[in-house]
């Protein structure tokens, strides 16, 4: 990805315009890892050899600083898992409120976690879903496609089953095939949404994109709304997994993506960028995709989330403010022990884990350990500080 940067993104900010947010994305993956962020020297104990460590930018659209994020997150979700099965359930928004969405991305995204959560819960609270108690979930915010095209949806990843109101017992899902009603999850989603919708566009939240914002009648987006009431809202759901193992393994997949990883980077140069997907229309067979540099550049910036947006959230007795009491009573009822607390680990240790590669031996001599030494100031010469120095370095 920082090779894309580095090749186009010069010319795509001198033609377009970018959010102060957008351009500081495309400078952290840019100078990632390279002189401009400093970093350390590290010499072998057995040699002479030594090598430069650059340090990384943590940027969450950085496809090179999620994995050791991802491995340290999923260390932590380990202790908070139940010895039942999980269900795994997708709430998607209709593609007509995708220009609207992208202009508001804030106030949108917000909407669908809200509607959903409210959803879900007053779905587990509900004696008519045979639970009837409180129910505990995460979810996951996407924004795009296999194509980079801009897709919102939420994953979410719940317990078959809920936590009766005195605490006391566990209340286990009876159907073995599903949770909720799709087809009922999916009209309840739909209200809720659209009523939250209608709420902020009347207290004059909204900006308004391209024919919508040109009628100035109120009528427009209440016919909007009436489109959209008339469609049906897809919520998907997998068949349950089959124990925690395999929930930590599907979340692995989907916690901490962004937009596109670098495996699926097939080529980059002047003629374009080509990618790899799925497609899901063909038996999610592995094809081959070549757009121009700024068109590549373009559908990846529609997935920048707002500054300090979490696109990963937890409810119901999973929420942080009463996880512990609530996780204790689950464990309780199911008469199931506490896992053991995750062992720290360094950066190093987790790579060699997740890779098998042992980034401290030396490459060199092939014996010795590489140990950290004198610091790496900020190299000036590379460091980018404005849009201006962007569009004047290739």
Request: overall charge positive.
């Amino acid at each position: 990805m920082a090779d894309v940067v580095r090749l186009y993104g010069a010319s795509y900010q001198a033609q377009r315009h970018l959010s102060s947010h957008q351009w500081r994305v495309m400078r952290h993956i840019k100078e990632c890892r390279t002189a401009a962020l400093g970093g350390h020297m590290e010499a072998c104990d057995s040699c002479d050899h030594q090598r430069p460590v650059y340090n990384s930018c943590r940027d969450r659209h950085c496809p090179k600083c999620q994995t050791m994020t991802k491995e340290k997150w999923l260390d932590a979700r380990k202790a908070e898992l139940l010895p039942v099965e999980y269900f795994h359930k997708v709430f998607t928004l209709p593609h007509e409120l995708n220009a609207l969405t992208l202009t508001n991305k804030r106030i949108i995204l917000k909407i669908l976690f809200k509607s959903v959560a409210e959803t879900l819960q007053q779905f587990g609270h509900d004696p008519r879903s045979r639970l009837g108690g409180n129910v505990g979930f995460t979810l996951v915010l996407h924004t795009w496609n296999q194509q980079l095209l801009d897709h919102f949806h939420l994953h979410c990843v719940i317990p078959a089953g809920a936590l009766s109101p005195d605490g006391k017992t566990w209340i286990h899902s009876r159907n073995p095939r599903y949770l909720f009603s799709v087809k009922a999850l999916g009209i309840v989603f739909r209200g809720k949404f659209l009523e939250q919708l209608k709420k902020v566009y009347e207290e004059g939240k909204l900006v308004l994109p391209g024919t919508m914002a040109e009628c100035q009648s109120s009528q427009c987006f209440d016919d909007f709304l009436d489109q959209l009431r008339a469609k049906n809202w897809v919520v998907f759901s997998k068949a349950p997994f089959g124990g925690p193992e395999r929930v930590l393994e599907y979340l692995g997949r989907y916690t901490h993506r962004v937009a596109i990883s670098n495996h699926r980077l097939v080529d980059v140069s002047p003629a374009g960028v080509t990618f790899s997907y799925r497609d899901r229309k063909d038996n999610s067979q592995k094809k081959m995709a070549t757009v121009s540099g700024h068109e590549f550049l373009r559908r990846f910036l529609l997935h920048v989330l707002p500054p300090g947006f979490p696109r990963i959230r937890h409810y119901g007795f999973l929420a942080s403010r009463n996880k512990r009491k609530m996780l204790a009573q689950c464990r309780n009822a199911l008469n199931a022990v506490t896992p053991p607390t995750p062992t720290e680990r360094t950066p190093a240790q987790r790579l060699l884990d997740v890779s098998g590669i042992d980034v401290l031996k030396c490459p060199c001599c092939r014996t010795g350990r590489m140990q950290k030494g004198a610091p790496l100031a900020k190299n000036p010469v590379h460091r980018i500080r404005s849009m201006d120095e962007l569009v004047n370095t290739s």
